[in-house]
């Protein structure tokens, strides 16, 4: 799938992350939009461990939350006792949520600062 606007900001034009939101995520570094690991739901190690860690971290709300870590250009599932810097929360699967394919843009933008 290619990108045509900013994963972060929704700005035209970009087919990553935005010069901007490249600073204000991640310090200015080109980190990839696509994320090299299986999903959360995946019957992987890697997956299994990210759900065993996710209970770690101190955040409200009913959605799942995963922690992560910038790890050269990409992002990667935050190991056991570690600082994550980022939040990664997949798209919800709740029978509730009527369009679930408009959440993550919804609440990037209603959390973005004028």
Do not use: W
């Amino acid at each position: 799938m290619e990108l045509s606007v900013c994963p972060s900001s929704l700005a035209p034009g970009h087919a990553t992350y935005s010069p901007d939101s490249r600073k204000a995520l991640f310090d200015g570094a080109a980190i990839s939009h696509i994320l090299p690991f299986p999903s959360p739901s995946a019957n992987t190690i890697e997956a299994k461990e990210a759900l065993k860690n996710s209970g770690r971290l101190s955040l409200s709300g009913a959605q799942p939350k995963f922690g992560m870590v910038a790890d050269g250009d990409s992002l990667r599932y935050s190991a056991e006792g570690e600082q994550s810097s980022h939040i990664l929360k997949p798209r919800p699967v709740a029978m509730h949520i009527i369009d679930p394919e408009y959440c993550a843009a919804n609440e990037n933008l209603t959390m973005l600062r004028p």
